[in-house]
């Protein structure tokens, strides 16, 4: 893709805003470390980092985690999909202790605009406290070492959680948790647990 006319930093952040106002919903976080690094990676996502694929490519995402290769922090996020069907908001946020992957069908005709507007939303929010508490259990040792909590939320693929290790491929099948109410809650439970 040619960037030469990309905004970046506080200008595509400024971008970013716009569009998610216009759709009436939250501003996906953007850690203060990774702002100056935002661009615009396609007419409506946004990304700290390059990507090889499109926002709606959520396994792309989660493979590159379970791949044994060191994943540098980033945050995207954004509006896309295929066809009319499989629209959606996505966010994508890895930190050195806690990954998380959200992607919510939205724009679509099958939507119901406010409950959605209200899940996104309300994922978002629990998505950093779960990035802030990996944060907290990491500084006072309470959390396995050189793991990531990584939480996989996806209108298409399912919801579920893991711990992965942070810069190496898993020693065998990492031991997923599936979820109804939702992964990241799920793995907020489940790291509030380790004391």
Request: proline share 6%; hydrophobic share 45%; glycine share 8%.
């Amino acid at each position: 893709m040619d960037t030469s006319n990309t905004p970046f930093g506080a200008d595509a952040l400024d971008a970013a805003r716009s569009l998610y106002q216009g759709e009436g919903l939250a501003l996906p976080p953007v850690p203060a470390a990774l702002a100056p690094h935002l661009r615009q990676v396609g007419a409506t996502a946004y990304a700290s980092r390059d990507l090889d694929w499109t926002l709606y490519d959520f396994d792309h995402f989660l493979d590159e985690l379970q791949s044994g290769k060191a994943v540098e922090p980033y945050v995207a996020f954004g509006l896309s999909g295929h066809g009319l069907a499989l629209q959606a908001a996505h966010y994508y946020a890895v930190t050195d202790r806690c990954a998380v992957l959200f992607q919510m069908r939205w724009g679509t005709p099958m939507n119901r605009p406010e409950q959605d507007r209200q899940r996104h939303d309300a994922a978002l929010s629990f998505a950093q406290k779960l990035q802030a508490a990996a944060d907290a259990r990491a500084t006072s040792g309470k959390s396995p070492s050189g793991q990531r909590i990584v939480a996989a939320e996806s209108s298409f693929h399912g919801s579920r959680w893991a711990w992965l290790p942070a810069d190496a491929a898993p020693a065998s099948q990492p031991a997923w948790h599936a979820s109804r109410g939702g992964a990241i809650v799920d793995a907020l439970v489940a790291l509030k647990q380790l004391g």
